[in-house]
């Protein structure tokens, strides 16, 4: 089945303990992006990636890092997590830059204390 | 620069109630338009999509059509079903910087229909 996981889907963590968030994709697709859903300001991407070792900020990046070492995966790392970065996260995959379609995962909900 | 703006929620509504769903768009050249449905506890998935003006996407029962007149792409359903609660997003696509061609998000609309 074609998909998009995301592991863990839930996440209670403390300040500044650093955290991975896991997002693979089967679909063989080139272009991935982390978001990041939040009350009243919707989806905002944090980062993207067009295809393996390219990477590039999206609209709300500080906090954040990410890695494409290959093309099914691109993690998403909090080196050191603060609250405001308490939210829902949302990793997507499509088949390359100029296709609309986004195919999502089925999100990560993060807590930080 | 561009954006999407969709009616706030949340939608009530009844079982075989009609449905619409505003949404209203700012944009230069002509962006594809787009509607995803979160269903509680899923990602989002894209529900239709219209490319280019008086485009008709239909998906489901949904139906949305391009109106490059009046800058809408309103989300509608003859007969809703309890099964349709969920949160619609109505997004447009955008060339950003570095050529990222990325979806721009309305902040969504909660529908809950009742028994």
């Known amino acids: 089945e074609a998909q998009v996981t995301q592991n863990p889907r839930y996440l209670i963590t403390v300040t500044g303990k650093k955290l991975t968030v896991t997002c693979s994709q089967n679909m063989n697709h080139e272009y991935m992006s982390w978001y990041r859903q939040d009350p009243g300001l919707g989806l905002r991407q944090i980062y993207y990636?067009?295809?393996?070792?390219?990477?590039d900020k999206g609209d709300v990046p500080e906090g954040y890092k990410v890695s494409r070492k290959e093309k099914r995966n691109f993690p998403l790392i909090l080196e050191s997590p603060s609250p405001n970065q308490t939210s829902l996260y949302f990793c997507?995959?499509?088949?390359?830059?100029?296709?609309?379609?986004?195919?999502f995962g089925p999100g990560t909900r993060l807590t930080v204390l | 620069g561009n954006s999407v703006t969709q009616m706030e929620g949340p939608v009530t509504l009844s079982e075989e109630a009609f449905l619409t769903i505003n949404c209203t768009y700012t944009?230069?050249?002509?962006?594809?338009l787009f509607w995803y449905v979160q269903y509680p506890g899923e990602g989002l998935q894209l529900l239709l999509k219209a490319t280019k003006a008086d485009d008709k996407g239909s998906n489901k029962g949904f139906e949305a059509t391009y109106r490059k007149e009046t800058t809408s792409f309103h989300l509608e359903k003859g007969s809703v079903q309890v099964s349709d609660s969920a949160v619609y997003f109505c997004a447009l696509s955008d060339i950003g910087a570095g050529n990222n061609r990325k979806l721009i998000w309305g902040l969504g609309t909660s529908l809950a229909v009742n028994p």
């Open positions: 990636s067009m295809n393996v070792e390219v990477t």
């Open positions: 997507a995959s499509r088949p390359g830059l100029y296709t609309d379609t986004q195919y």
């Open positions: 944009a230069t050249g002509y962006p594809s």
